[in-house]
């Protein structure tokens, strides 16, 4: 099939995963319609829960793999959406609907861009397409769980909304959970250890705080108290006020390092929910880099955590679409990313696979 078709195709695959609901942990319904798709190109597949995945014609183990991952499931629908999330329909080359963006266009495109290559012999690499599950819940259940059932991995592109730019660093990510302690009484009574009063020096620590190494690509550390809470009653003053700490970690710090950073230093008890969402990165000078670049895209950093978070090799974060319009209300793709998408990744892919 010639790649219009192939796009045409895709276009229509997006089309009908924005009519089934998808939200993580619920995506049994996308996963049927693409193994329907593979069903169609008679690409042979395999399903482990709600991720479903497949391998080139000529798989050869002595040839080192790639990746190509995107996720089908999506956030629930916010409450300002003013079109239906689950119609998908085309308004000034504009492709509306829930997961339109995030990251149905990038799943789609890299689906035809498998189906370019699969029966193609004599490639450097072996591919495997992975189209996941609980992506945008970092379930159990998602690209994480398939890692021990894959070959070993040696190169990945994760496609999220990059404007078909390269993302060649993602920061990683710890959330704190906070708490600062006072004396608890009642509100009529002085109380020199007011944990609502102790908060603002503890906030305001928080605000000032910087570590000190910068990257190159991701900048600095980005560190954001994003919850606060405490009290139950007006005529109480709490024992304790409890924070949620949002740390966004660059690739000169693993994670663990910043858990034992911000556990030694900071005003208030710091607990990290998990250190698994660590940075990840890939060697500018790597060739599947080097043939984006020559096509003209730009590299940079990126803020935005996705399942690159949880592979151990190096990858590259790349698709259509543009991620500011991720998880807003009436999300959409324009059509032409998407096509534009597709031929992106074949002619990288070229570049990348006939070394």
Same mark, same amino acid.
């Given at each position: 099939?010639?790649?219009?078709?192939?796009?045409?195709?895709?276009?229509?695959?997006?089309?009908?995963?924005?009519? @089934?609901?998808?939200?993580? =942990? +619920?995506?049994?319904?996308?996963?049927?319609?693409? +193994?329907?798709?593979?069903?169609?190109?008679?690409?042979? !597949?395999?399903?482990?829960?709600?991720?479903?995945?497949?391998?080139?014609?000529?798989?050869?183990?002595?040839?080192?793999?790639?990746?190509?991952?995107?996720?089908?499931?999506?956030?629930?629908?916010? =409450?300002?959406?003013?079109?239906?999330?689950?119609?998908?329909?085309?308004?000034?080359?504009?492709?509306?609907?829930?997961?339109?963006?995030?990251?149905?266009?990038?799943?789609?495109?890299?689906?035809?861009?498998?189906?370019?290559? %699969?029966?193609?012999?004599?490639? =450097? *690499?072996?591919?495997?397409?992975?189209?996941?599950?609980?992506?945008?819940?970092?379930?159990?259940?998602?690209?994480?769980?398939?890692?021990?059932?894959?070959?070993?991995?040696?190169?990945? @592109?994760?496609?999220?909304?990059?404007?078909?730019?390269?993302?060649?660093? +993602?920061?990683?990510?710890?959330?704190?959970?906070?708490?600062?302690?006072?004396?608890? =009484? *009642?509100?009529?009574?002085?109380?020199?250890?007011?944990?609502?009063?102790?908060? @603002?020096?503890?906030?305001?620590? !928080?605000?000032?705080?910087? !570590?000190?190494?910068?990257?190159?690509?991701?900048?600095?550390?980005?560190?954001?108290?994003?919850?606060?809470?405490?009290?139950?009653?007006?005529?109480?003053? #709490?024992?304790?006020?409890?924070?949620?700490?949002?740390?966004?970690?660059?690739?000169?710090?693993?994670?663990?390092?910043?858990?034992?950073?911000?556990?030694?230093?900071?005003?208030?008890?710091?607990? #990290?929910?998990?250190?698994?969402?660590?940075?990840?990165?890939?060697?500018?000078?790597?060739?599947?880099?080097?043939?984006?670049?020559?096509?003209?895209?730009?590299? %940079?950093?990126?803020?935005?955590?996705?399942?690159?978070?949880?592979?151990?090799?190096?990858?590259?974060?790349?698709?259509?679409?543009?991620?500011?319009?991720? *998880?807003?209300?009436?999300? !959409?793709?324009?059509?032409?990313?998407?096509?534009?998408?597709?031929?992106? %990744?074949?002619?990288?892919?070229?570049?990348?696979?006939?070394?």
């Amino acid at each position: 099939m010639d790649q219009q078709k192939l796009t045409e195709k895709a276009i229509a695959l997006l089309q009908e995963l924005i009519s @089934i609901q998808s939200f993580s =942990s +619920e995506e049994d319904k996308t996963a049927d319609a693409i +193994e329907a798709w593979f069903k169609e190109f008679n690409i042979p !597949f395999k399903r482990e829960k709600n991720n479903v995945y497949a391998f080139n014609k000529y798989y050869d183990e002595s040839k080192p793999l790639l990746l190509l991952n995107s996720h089908h499931d999506t956030v629930k629908p916010n =409450s300002a959406y003013t079109k239906d999330p689950f119609h998908p329909h085309i308004e000034d080359g504009k492709l509306f609907g829930l997961g339109s963006n995030d990251a149905g266009g990038c799943l789609v495109s890299l689906i035809a861009t498998f189906t370019h290559f %699969y029966a193609q012999e004599n490639l =450097s *690499h072996n591919i495997v397409l992975v189209a996941s599950a609980e992506e945008e819940s970092s379930g159990p259940n998602g690209l994480n769980s398939m890692l021990p059932i894959l070959p070993k991995i040696d190169v990945a @592109i994760v496609g999220e909304p990059t404007l078909m730019n390269l993302a060649i660093a +993602e920061k990683g990510l710890v959330v704190f959970e906070g708490k600062v302690s006072g004396t608890p =009484s *009642h509100a009529a009574h002085p109380n020199d250890n007011n944990a609502i009063y102790n908060t @603002i020096e503890v906030l305001q620590w !928080f605000k000032d705080y910087k !570590f000190p190494k910068v990257s190159e690509v991701l900048g600095e550390v980005k560190l954001t108290v994003t919850q606060i809470s405490a009290g139950n009653q007006h005529n109480v003053v #709490p024992g304790h006020v409890d924070l949620v700490i949002d740390v966004r970690v660059n690739d000169c710090y693993s994670n663990k390092e910043i858990a034992d950073i911000l556990t030694a230093e900071a005003p208030c008890e710091v607990k #990290p929910r998990s250190l698994r969402l660590n940075s990840s990165s890939i060697n500018k000078e790597h060739p599947l880099v080097k043939s984006g670049l020559a096509l003209g895209r730009s590299s %940079y950093g990126s803020p935005t955590l996705s399942d690159q978070a949880a592979l151990y090799c190096q990858s590259l974060k790349l698709g259509p679409g543009d991620s500011t319009r991720s *998880h807003s209300a009436d999300e !959409f793709i324009y059509v032409a990313e998407i096509e534009e998408g597709i031929d992106l %990744y074949i002619k990288i892919l070229q570049g990348f696979l006939k070394q």
